[in-house]
């Protein structure tokens, strides 16, 4: 798979996740892959940042869809603002 092919994979993801986040205020935007495809960065945006749960829903939610959509992602990484 192409880095262009698994860049539109992340973002179908993200699309797919993107509305939930929303309805609760946040949103989240996608910083980079690395690692040969392996690593997803992302950044939780909106009241997802300061949320209790925000490691929850990166894991159960984020991380799950985009493997789902990447299967080859092995990690998924929210960088924090600064």
């Known amino acids: 798979m192409t880095d262009t092919e698994l860049k539109s ?4 993801a993200l699309e ?3 509305p939930f986040l929303q309805s609760d205020g946040g949103d989240i935007a996608l910083l980079s892959i690395e690692e ?4 997803v960065k992302v950044q939780l945006e909106g009241a997802c940042v300061g949320c ?4 929850m829903t990166l894991k159960s939610g984020v991380e799950m869809t985009i493997k789902k959509h990447a299967p080859q992602v092995e990690h998924v990484i929210n ?3 600064n």
């Open 36 to 39: 040969n495809g392996t690593t």
């Open 52 to 55: 209790s749960v925000n490691q």
């Open 9 to 12: 994979k992340v973002e179908a």
């Open 16 to 18: 797919e996740i993107r």
């Open 79 to 81: 960088v924090m603002p």
